[in-house]
């Protein structure tokens, strides 16, 4: 308590203000109404102010003083004009707002709203002026233990800060719970329901500044992202991928002493009140492929609903998180692309939300980096308040030249800064297809280096012993090959021996019987003659000699069974011109038939064995 | 024309057995994969159980800071206060491997995380180790034999274990690196070329900087060079394979820091350079031989033994006595314990309190092999139809996987390579004979078939006599001529041609063939189910299926995260040492001892600040510097591995060092027990107090579901710490050394209590305060 009082008295040094007050004297406040939310840990001014210009010239700025504790903490300020009331009352865009630095004014911050028209003589208007804190409640005590509530103290004065004469005003402090722990009483002071009400107090000068100090329980987690990155990767395949990272702390009393689970787990709403236990990220439609991690892993408590306007993410940290307390996760989800990105003159733009999806959270430090695709030109950033803005580049899945990154960066960020930005570019949709046909190119470069290697000589020696021997090898095989050839050749001319013969039994012809025969024959030896000059350069080949035993043998078979389908063929042939009987035909041949099965099978196996050489 | 055809297609079948066997090994790659992903999908991408986790962080710190600085890493953040050197005391492979992979990967901008990187690298480096696999038994008995044996291995559970995904550990590599070493030693010994020897050399250096198990490799090869000497079979090829493995190898693996100057001087090693000389001798002798007549080479053998009876007792008595002089006779504790499996329980209870250092059961031995337990026998019988150094090198590898894998349940992953080859072979010499037989029968059906089998089995019978007869004099001969090539292909031609006239019955072929298959088809059944079901736990996230869905304990990480969001940086924990790599790498806190139990005196310091009363744990830990106290807890959600459970190890180790825990002070009649029958020693310990503080509050009774007992001391305070988390299911609690300030007044009021309830715990108290060994 005794520090807050001193704060405050040091803020509000009287003497200066007077003297500057004079100065801007010619508008007069007729009437001020202000309410102050203090439901959860960010606290919401709201005031209407109604202006008279009761001056000479016309005026064309209104001036709007804070205290240095409360402007060092102004995360958000919407001034717009209000016309009508009730039912009827519209509300203008929102009016620029400029800081300006009077001289010798130290500890007080000056915005200067520039009205859309001047504010002629006599002429009045009514404005209202919404500015959003953080960190003005302070836990009192500082630390608790955890079966106490939070406690958090607020302080500001009962009267409008302001340069201005006010005729009449009046304040409202909206509590979370109708009870409070204690207030400061001053006259026309009421506490009903869960608002305090100051006033009305009528002509107050300027610069009377009464210290209000409002004590009370407010078990609301104060959870504050200490730091917030969020990455929007654009991918023109279909997908705007969102990565954010949470460094949070629970800002409010820290814990102090045990924590017991056991008192944690049966009575969570007395043992724990102020803890945080769960967030809910509102996300896009169709948001997909959602997941929830930190550094060392999934978290599985998390819980996703959707309908056709959001989803919702429930998650919860992986323990309840008591003041003080911290913890760092990442969230991540893809969203399509078509419902954020358009196109626009040429340009192509995302439009897409600044601020954190999370309910009621505090944002220390926020960096949106919009991770555009590579090759993107020309790009451009709109957004609805100033921030600090940067490139950068992102090297990542087969990228050369890098992706550039537009970096925002903001201090003090709440969820009335969850409004859409748009980032412009222009990208050739051509572009699109240069990582698949690098990868295309990539490939076929590796084929054509395996072709090229296997059909290179990359021999250093030319003239080793090795490597003569290789060649004498190849030559080998070659000529097993041609030897193949023939043989199959042979076998083949078998079959159709055969054939013959089963067409014989079929039709009778034996004269074309008999002609098969003869230029089977004559291919048979044309073939015997190719053969030759192999055997001898298998024969004469060192490289061949273990081979050599085999062909040989293979030769031999070759031959015996040659002789026997010849004999088989004439037997037949024989018969048939004998008109003998098919039985009769099949006793004479049964003993040479299956002579030729043996040496078939043999020469096949043969065959095949040297095939595996 | 029709020539051509032919010739064509020749050379396309030819070219299709390749570019199909080539298939078959890309899908067996894609199989050893994608069959360990189970964890990834069941599961998540992460890092499994106790040593990964260090892996893990060690290999982040490798990527972030660099190779030089990896080896002079001094790691302040584990075993407080000593530290322990990284560099000097971790085999680098897998983090060296892992390390490159993540860096090629970056470079060529595909943005891995590290994590991601680790926990895929075992799943990848299973799918090369079955491609090793393939070319070891292609070269023991071709690529039928090899193609099955990759087929298994990539499958084989006993792996599968130790490499699903997120299985960073040592094994995940060293298994690929022991078949690959293997692999190029009989590439060596069959081609007697000296670049794959040098090859092999490599390999084995990797070897060396993956795994401890490098050791078998450096005895087994040395048996087989052995074996062949003394069976015949010396060759200079032989030679070629062995000299320049012990010269490079050893001279590569002493630049390994962590083994260093262990590769000449411990026992490990001393077998190899024994068979080295050996060899050299018999070298010597073959060239003598060649160049003396037989009458002089008679004298020169009388000479040399003489001399050389000489020389050898005074090189054995110099390995005897270098034997002697080390401390636990120039053996590790862990290869003691795999000669005599019971020296480690009698002398070492932190080797025998790892699980994985038991013996196996039988039922470990079905789980882990299933089926390949039944084809071995076959294998070996297959590898006997003609033996050949590839061959009887496998049988080798066979037998001593097996007597070790008898040991020591972490070995039976060096059996499951050995057993996977056997059994290859086994299939595919068995398919071979029923196929042959069926196509016999099926082209020779014009035939009686009957007549046919008995004429066939005859005919085998002679042939396999007089074939087998000549295939050795070819041998001897081929060897004389030195003909290599021809060596190599002259028995397996042989043995074809043999094989081909064993004809069996058809129904009999389609019969067994069949079966075969199905017993194929069981393997593969079990395999898949290990791997989704029994292999695939990350051990730091337990799930359960109830009838209300699947509910999943993610205590440990929940614990982690707290203790590494809400707690000083420099702040140290203490715990019992299987959680300190985990706290070190997912909660960046120090501690005090850790799974790499290099400080047997640090973790019986623990052991006995666990076993204290809480007063001494207090004095110790405070000596420590320590802030935190982890216990991990199942009593309430009936998780069965917890601290009291290891307790007696505890309990055992404490006392190893400080012989005032004595542990009968903890069993009643023998039996550990926690409830009311327990010792007081055991109900005042203070691993009790901080397992049990307020457990009875839960339902009132404070039942175990482990134990399945009620608690013995129910309600009890603690004086000297205070609760400061405890995970959502109990499973792991944190609690804070109370400041000295607030300790003494927690003591005044304790003494009074205490005076009041018994008179005895305050003089026992005092006692164990001046035996605490840090004071």
Redesign the interface.
Same mark, same amino acid.
């Given at each position: 308590m005794n520090r807050l009082r001193r704060d405050l008295s040091l803020l509000f040094i009287f003497g200066f203000f007077t003297l500057f007050s004079n100065v801007c004297s010619d508008l007069v406040i007729s009437k001020l109404d202000r309410q102050i939310d203090l439901s959860s840990q960010i606290v919401r001014f709201t005031t209407s102010l109604k202006l008279e210009n009761n001056g000479v010239e016309a005026v064309s700025k209104v001036l709007l003083p804070y205290p240095e504790n409360q402007a060092k903490n102004l995360a958000f300020l919407l001034v717009t004009i209000t016309e009508g009331k009730g039912k009827t009352k519209t509300s203008s865009d929102r009016l620029p707002v400029d800081v300006i630095h009077p001289e010798g004014m130290p500890s007080l911050t000056w915005y200067a709203v520039s009205l859309p028209k001047e504010l002629s003589k006599g002429g009045s208007l009514t404005l209202e002026v919404k500015a959003v804190f953080t960190h003005l409640l302070t836990p009192f005590p500082e630390k608790i233990t955890q079966a106490d509530a939070q406690l958090v103290a607020f302080q500001d004065s009962a009267h409008y800060l302001s340069p201005y004469a006010v005729k009449v005003q009046s304040l409202t402090v909206k509590l979370p719970e109708p009870k409070v722990e204690s207030y400061t009483k001053l006259e026309n002071t009421k506490f009903s329901g869960s608002e305090i009400k100051y006033g009305p107090y009528e002509n107050i000068p300027p610069f009377s500044l009464p210290t209000i100090i409002v004590h009370f329980a407010n078990n609301k987690p104060f959870s504050v992202a200490q730091e917030l990155v969020r990455e929007i990767e654009v991918s023109h395949w279909g997908n705007v991928q969102v990565t954010e990272n949470y460094n949070l702390i629970h800002a409010g009393a820290e814990l102090k002493?045990?924590? #017991?689970?056991?008192d944690y787990e049966e009575r969570p709403h007395v043992r724990g009140a102020s803890a945080l236990r769960s967030l809910v990220a509102r996300l896009p439609a169709r948001a997909h492929s959602i997941y929830y991690r930190?550094e060392?892993?999934? !978290? #599985?408590?998390s819980n996703v609903y959707s309908d056709s306007v959001k989803t919702l993410l429930e998650i919860e940290p992986?323990?309840p998180m008591f003041g003080?307390?911290?913890?760092?996760f990442t969230i991540g989800y893809g969203l399509p692309l078509q419902d954020f990105l358009f196109k626009s003159e040429g340009k192509r733009f995302l439009d897409i939300t600044f601020g954190c999806p999370m309910n009621d959270m505090v944002i220390e430090n926020i960096y949106v980096k919009v991770v555009l695709p590579e090759g993107s030109k020309d790009i451009s950033v709109v957004a609805p308040f100033p921030s600090k803005e940067t490139r950068e580049a992102k =090297? #990542? *899945? =087969? $990228?050369?030249a890098g992706r550039p990154v537009v970096v925002l960066e903001k201090k003090n960020v709440v969820p009335e800064h969850n409004q859409n930005f748009q980032v412009y570019y222009r990208f050739s949709s051509l572009s699109l297809l240069r990582e698949p046909l690098m990868l295309v190119f990539g490939f076929l470069l590796f084929f054509v280096a395996c072709i090229a290697y296997v059909h290179a000589d990359l021999t250093i020696s030319k003239s080793s012993s090795s490597y003569i021997a290789k060649l004498q090898w190849d030559e080998v095989q070659t000529a097993i090959?041609?030897f %193949?050839? !023939?043989m199959?050749?042979v076998l @083949?001319i078998h079959n159709k021996l055969d054939a013959s013969l089963r067409d014989l039994s079929r039709t009778g012809d034996v004269q074309a019987c008999k002609a098969a025969r003869k230029t089977a024959d004559a291919f048979l030896k044309e073939l015997t003659k190719e053969l030759k000059p192999l055997l001898s350069f298998l024969q004469s080949s060192p490289q061949a000699? *273990?081979i050599v035993a085999k062909v040989e043998e293979l030769v031999v078979k070759e031959k015996e069974l040659q002789e026997k389908v010849m004999l088989k063929h004439s037997m037949v042939v024989d018969s048939y011109e004998k008109k003998s009987g098919g039985k009769d035909i099949d006793n004479r041949i049964a003993a040479v %038939? %299956?002579k030729i099965?043996l040496l078939r %099978?043999e020469v096949d $196996?043969l065959l095949e @064995?040297i $095939?595996? !050489? | 024309m029709a020539a051509q055809e032919t010739s064509q297609s020749a050379t396309f079948r030819h070219a299709f057995g390749n570019v199909l066997s080539f298939a078959v090994l890309l899908l067996i790659g894609v199989m050893a994969f994608s069959i360990r992903l189970f964890s990834v999908i069941k599961y998540e991408s992460v890092i499994h159980e106790f040593d990964p986790y260090f892996n893990y962080r060690v290999t982040q710190f490798l990527t972030k800071s660099g190779v030089y600085d990896f080896w002079n890493w001094f790691d302040d953040r584990t075993w407080y206060p000593l530290g322990r050197v990284i560099g000097g005391t971790v085999y680098p492979g897998l983090t060296l491997t892992a390390g490159t992979l993540w860096w090629i990967l970056n470079s060529i901008n595909i943005p891995l995380s590290v994590e991601t990187v680790c926990v895929f690298t075992a799943p990848v480096f299973s799918a090369f180790a079955s491609w090793a696999t393939y070319l070891l038994t292609k070269e023991i008995k071709g690529a039928g034999a090899g193609l099955t044996a990759a087929a298994l291995l990539a499958m084989v559970p006993s792996y599968i274990s130790r490499s699903v995904a997120g299985s960073y550990d040592n094994e995940a590599v060293a298994i690929f690196a022991l078949i690959f070493t293997f692999y190029l030693y009989i590439k060596t010994l069959n081609t007697g070329s000296l670049f794959y020897a040098t090859l092999n050399a490599i390999a084995y250096f990797y070897m060396v900087c993956s795994w401890g198990g490098y050791t078998f490799i450096i005895n087994l090869i040395p048996m087989h060079v052995l074996l062949c000497i003394v069976t015949g079979r010396y060759s200079p090829r032989l030679y070629i394979a062995y000299a320049p493995l012990v010269v490079l190898g050893t001279l590569l693996a002493a630049l390994v820091p962590v083994v260093g100057f262990n590769a000449v001087m411990t026992s490990e090693h001393f077998a190899s350079f024994l068979v080295f000389i050996i060899i050299h001798v018999v070298a010597l002798v073959y060239y003598i031989k060649g160049i003396l007549t037989p009458q002089m080479f008679k004298v020169a053998v009388t000479l040399v033994v003489s001399v050389g009876m000489v020389l050898c007792v005074a090189v054995l008595a110099v390995l005897i006595a270098l034997v002697a002089s080390s401390p636990t006779k120039g053996w590790s504790g862990r290869s003691l314990s795999l000669l005599d499996p019971t020296y480690a329980s009698k002398y070492i209870p932190i080797i025998a309190s790892v699980s994985e250092h038991q013996p196996p059961t039988w039922p470990s031995y079905f789980m882990d092999i299933n089926v390949l337990a039944f084809l071995v026998p076959a294998g070996i019988i297959a590898c006997f139809l003609p033996l050949s150094d590839a061959s009887s090198f496998a049988v080798l590898y066979i037998v001593t996987s097996v007597y070790f894998s008898g040991v020591m349940v972490r070995l039976m992953l060096v059996l499951a390579p050995a057993a996977c080859i056997m059994s290859g072979i086994a299939l595919s010499e068995a398919f071979d004979v029923f196929t042959r037989s069926i196509k016999f029968h099926l082209v020779g059906t014009t035939q009686n078939p009957q007549d046919n089998a008995g004429d066939a089995t005859k005919v085998t019978q002679n042939d396999v006599k007089s074939e087998k007869s000549e295939d050795t004099v070819k041998e001897r001969s081929s060897r004389k001529s030195k003909k290599d090539k021809e060596n190599i292909e002259k028995p397996s031609l042989v043995s074809r041609v043999e094989k081909r006239l064993l004809v069996l019955p058809l129904e009999t072929s389609v019969m067994a063939v069949f079966l075969l298959v199905l017993l194929g088809a069981f393997y593969v059944v079990h395999c898949v189910w290990a791997a989704a079901e029994a292999y695939s736990a990350p051990s730091i996230v337990l799930t359960s299926r109830s009838h209300d869905g699947l509910h999943v304990f993610d205590d440990f990480r929940e614990a982690y995260a707290w203790l590494s969001h809400n707690t000083e940086v420099d702040d140290k924990v203490a715990s019992w040492w299987d959680y300190g790599y985990q706290t070190t790498a997912m909660a960046n806190r120090t501690v005090i001892v850790d799974n790499n139990t290099w400080n047997n005196t640090h973790i019986a310091t623990v052991g006995t600040a666990m076993s204290s009363p809480e007063k001494a744990a207090w004095d110790i830990f405070n000596s420590l510097d320590v802030k935190y106290v982890l216990v991990v807890f199942g009593g309430l959600v009936g998780y069965p591995s917890d601290d009291i459970n290891k307790f007696l190890w505890m309990v055992r180790i404490g006392g190893g060092v400080f012989p005032h825990i004595k542990e009968p002070d903890y069993l009643r009649d023998g039996q550990y027990r926690i409830d009311s029958q327990a010792t007081p020693t055991m109900l005042n310990s203070l691993m009790y107090k901080l397992s049990y503080f307020r457990f009875v509050e839960t339902d009132g009774r404070g039942y175990d579901r482990v134990r399945n007992t009620e608690i013995g001391k129910k309600h009890f305070k603690l004086t000297h710490f205070e609760e400061v988390f405890t995970t959502h299911h109990w499973m792991v609690r944190i609690y804070k050394l109370k400041s000295p300030r607030n300790r003494i007044r927690g003591k005044t009021k304790r003494s009074k209590s205490s005076l009041q309830k018994s008179g005895t715990s305050p003089s026992s108290k005092r006692s164990t305060r001046k035996r605490n060994p840090w004071q």
């Amino acid at each position: 308590m005794n520090r807050l009082r001193r704060d405050l008295s040091l803020l509000f040094i009287f003497g200066f203000f007077t003297l500057f007050s004079n100065v801007c004297s010619d508008l007069v406040i007729s009437k001020l109404d202000r309410q102050i939310d203090l439901s959860s840990q960010i606290v919401r001014f709201t005031t209407s102010l109604k202006l008279e210009n009761n001056g000479v010239e016309a005026v064309s700025k209104v001036l709007l003083p804070y205290p240095e504790n409360q402007a060092k903490n102004l995360a958000f300020l919407l001034v717009t004009i209000t016309e009508g009331k009730g039912k009827t009352k519209t509300s203008s865009d929102r009016l620029p707002v400029d800081v300006i630095h009077p001289e010798g004014m130290p500890s007080l911050t000056w915005y200067a709203v520039s009205l859309p028209k001047e504010l002629s003589k006599g002429g009045s208007l009514t404005l209202e002026v919404k500015a959003v804190f953080t960190h003005l409640l302070t836990p009192f005590p500082e630390k608790i233990t955890q079966a106490d509530a939070q406690l958090v103290a607020f302080q500001d004065s009962a009267h409008y800060l302001s340069p201005y004469a006010v005729k009449v005003q009046s304040l409202t402090v909206k509590l979370p719970e109708p009870k409070v722990e204690s207030y400061t009483k001053l006259e026309n002071t009421k506490f009903s329901g869960s608002e305090i009400k100051y006033g009305p107090y009528e002509n107050i000068p300027p610069f009377s500044l009464p210290t209000i100090i409002v004590h009370f329980a407010n078990n609301k987690p104060f959870s504050v992202a200490q730091e917030l990155v969020r990455e929007i990767e654009v991918s023109h395949w279909g997908n705007v991928q969102v990565t954010e990272n949470y460094n949070l702390i629970h800002a409010g009393a820290e814990l102090k002493g045990e924590f #017991s689970r056991l008192d944690y787990e049966e009575r969570p709403h007395v043992r724990g009140a102020s803890a945080l236990r769960s967030l809910v990220a509102r996300l896009p439609a169709r948001a997909h492929s959602i997941y929830y991690r930190d550094e060392i892993g999934n !978290i #599985s408590t998390s819980n996703v609903y959707s309908d056709s306007v959001k989803t919702l993410l429930e998650i919860e940290p992986r323990y309840p998180m008591f003041g003080g307390w911290r913890t760092a996760f990442t969230i991540g989800y893809g969203l399509p692309l078509q419902d954020f990105l358009f196109k626009s003159e040429g340009k192509r733009f995302l439009d897409i939300t600044f601020g954190c999806p999370m309910n009621d959270m505090v944002i220390e430090n926020i960096y949106v980096k919009v991770v555009l695709p590579e090759g993107s030109k020309d790009i451009s950033v709109v957004a609805p308040f100033p921030s600090k803005e940067t490139r950068e580049a992102k =090297l #990542s *899945h =087969l $990228d050369i030249a890098g992706r550039p990154v537009v970096v925002l960066e903001k201090k003090n960020v709440v969820p009335e800064h969850n409004q859409n930005f748009q980032v412009y570019y222009r990208f050739s949709s051509l572009s699109l297809l240069r990582e698949p046909l690098m990868l295309v190119f990539g490939f076929l470069l590796f084929f054509v280096a395996c072709i090229a290697y296997v059909h290179a000589d990359l021999t250093i020696s030319k003239s080793s012993s090795s490597y003569i021997a290789k060649l004498q090898w190849d030559e080998v095989q070659t000529a097993i090959q041609q030897f %193949q050839n !023939i043989m199959n050749r042979v076998l @083949v001319i078998h079959n159709k021996l055969d054939a013959s013969l089963r067409d014989l039994s079929r039709t009778g012809d034996v004269q074309a019987c008999k002609a098969a025969r003869k230029t089977a024959d004559a291919f048979l030896k044309e073939l015997t003659k190719e053969l030759k000059p192999l055997l001898s350069f298998l024969q004469s080949s060192p490289q061949a000699l *273990h081979i050599v035993a085999k062909v040989e043998e293979l030769v031999v078979k070759e031959k015996e069974l040659q002789e026997k389908v010849m004999l088989k063929h004439s037997m037949v042939v024989d018969s048939y011109e004998k008109k003998s009987g098919g039985k009769d035909i099949d006793n004479r041949i049964a003993a040479v %038939q %299956q002579k030729i099965t043996l040496l078939r %099978q043999e020469v096949d $196996d043969l065959l095949e @064995v040297i $095939d595996e !050489i | 024309m029709a020539a051509q055809e032919t010739s064509q297609s020749a050379t396309f079948r030819h070219a299709f057995g390749n570019v199909l066997s080539f298939a078959v090994l890309l899908l067996i790659g894609v199989m050893a994969f994608s069959i360990r992903l189970f964890s990834v999908i069941k599961y998540e991408s992460v890092i499994h159980e106790f040593d990964p986790y260090f892996n893990y962080r060690v290999t982040q710190f490798l990527t972030k800071s660099g190779v030089y600085d990896f080896w002079n890493w001094f790691d302040d953040r584990t075993w407080y206060p000593l530290g322990r050197v990284i560099g000097g005391t971790v085999y680098p492979g897998l983090t060296l491997t892992a390390g490159t992979l993540w860096w090629i990967l970056n470079s060529i901008n595909i943005p891995l995380s590290v994590e991601t990187v680790c926990v895929f690298t075992a799943p990848v480096f299973s799918a090369f180790a079955s491609w090793a696999t393939y070319l070891l038994t292609k070269e023991i008995k071709g690529a039928g034999a090899g193609l099955t044996a990759a087929a298994l291995l990539a499958m084989v559970p006993s792996y599968i274990s130790r490499s699903v995904a997120g299985s960073y550990d040592n094994e995940a590599v060293a298994i690929f690196a022991l078949i690959f070493t293997f692999y190029l030693y009989i590439k060596t010994l069959n081609t007697g070329s000296l670049f794959y020897a040098t090859l092999n050399a490599i390999a084995y250096f990797y070897m060396v900087c993956s795994w401890g198990g490098y050791t078998f490799i450096i005895n087994l090869i040395p048996m087989h060079v052995l074996l062949c000497i003394v069976t015949g079979r010396y060759s200079p090829r032989l030679y070629i394979a062995y000299a320049p493995l012990v010269v490079l190898g050893t001279l590569l693996a002493a630049l390994v820091p962590v083994v260093g100057f262990n590769a000449v001087m411990t026992s490990e090693h001393f077998a190899s350079f024994l068979v080295f000389i050996i060899i050299h001798v018999v070298a010597l002798v073959y060239y003598i031989k060649g160049i003396l007549t037989p009458q002089m080479f008679k004298v020169a053998v009388t000479l040399v033994v003489s001399v050389g009876m000489v020389l050898c007792v005074a090189v054995l008595a110099v390995l005897i006595a270098l034997v002697a002089s080390s401390p636990t006779k120039g053996w590790s504790g862990r290869s003691l314990s795999l000669l005599d499996p019971t020296y480690a329980s009698k002398y070492i209870p932190i080797i025998a309190s790892v699980s994985e250092h038991q013996p196996p059961t039988w039922p470990s031995y079905f789980m882990d092999i299933n089926v390949l337990a039944f084809l071995v026998p076959a294998g070996i019988i297959a590898c006997f139809l003609p033996l050949s150094d590839a061959s009887s090198f496998a049988v080798l590898y066979i037998v001593t996987s097996v007597y070790f894998s008898g040991v020591m349940v972490r070995l039976m992953l060096v059996l499951a390579p050995a057993a996977c080859i056997m059994s290859g072979i086994a299939l595919s010499e068995a398919f071979d004979v029923f196929t042959r037989s069926i196509k016999f029968h099926l082209v020779g059906t014009t035939q009686n078939p009957q007549d046919n089998a008995g004429d066939a089995t005859k005919v085998t019978q002679n042939d396999v006599k007089s074939e087998k007869s000549e295939d050795t004099v070819k041998e001897r001969s081929s060897r004389k001529s030195k003909k290599d090539k021809e060596n190599i292909e002259k028995p397996s031609l042989v043995s074809r041609v043999e094989k081909r006239l064993l004809v069996l019955p058809l129904e009999t072929s389609v019969m067994a063939v069949f079966l075969l298959v199905l017993l194929g088809a069981f393997y593969v059944v079990h395999c898949v189910w290990a791997a989704a079901e029994a292999y695939s736990a990350p051990s730091i996230v337990l799930t359960s299926r109830s009838h209300d869905g699947l509910h999943v304990f993610d205590d440990f990480r929940e614990a982690y995260a707290w203790l590494s969001h809400n707690t000083e940086v420099d702040d140290k924990v203490a715990s019992w040492w299987d959680y300190g790599y985990q706290t070190t790498a997912m909660a960046n806190r120090t501690v005090i001892v850790d799974n790499n139990t290099w400080n047997n005196t640090h973790i019986a310091t623990v052991g006995t600040a666990m076993s204290s009363p809480e007063k001494a744990a207090w004095d110790i830990f405070n000596s420590l510097d320590v802030k935190y106290v982890l216990v991990v807890f199942g009593g309430l959600v009936g998780y069965p591995s917890d601290d009291i459970n290891k307790f007696l190890w505890m309990v055992r180790i404490g006392g190893g060092v400080f012989p005032h825990i004595k542990e009968p002070d903890y069993l009643r009649d023998g039996q550990y027990r926690i409830d009311s029958q327990a010792t007081p020693t055991m109900l005042n310990s203070l691993m009790y107090k901080l397992s049990y503080f307020r457990f009875v509050e839960t339902d009132g009774r404070g039942y175990d579901r482990v134990r399945n007992t009620e608690i013995g001391k129910k309600h009890f305070k603690l004086t000297h710490f205070e609760e400061v988390f405890t995970t959502h299911h109990w499973m792991v609690r944190i609690y804070k050394l109370k400041s000295p300030r607030n300790r003494i007044r927690g003591k005044t009021k304790r003494s009074k209590s205490s005076l009041q309830k018994s008179g005895t715990s305050p003089s026992s108290k005092r006692s164990t305060r001046k035996r605490n060994p840090w004071q």
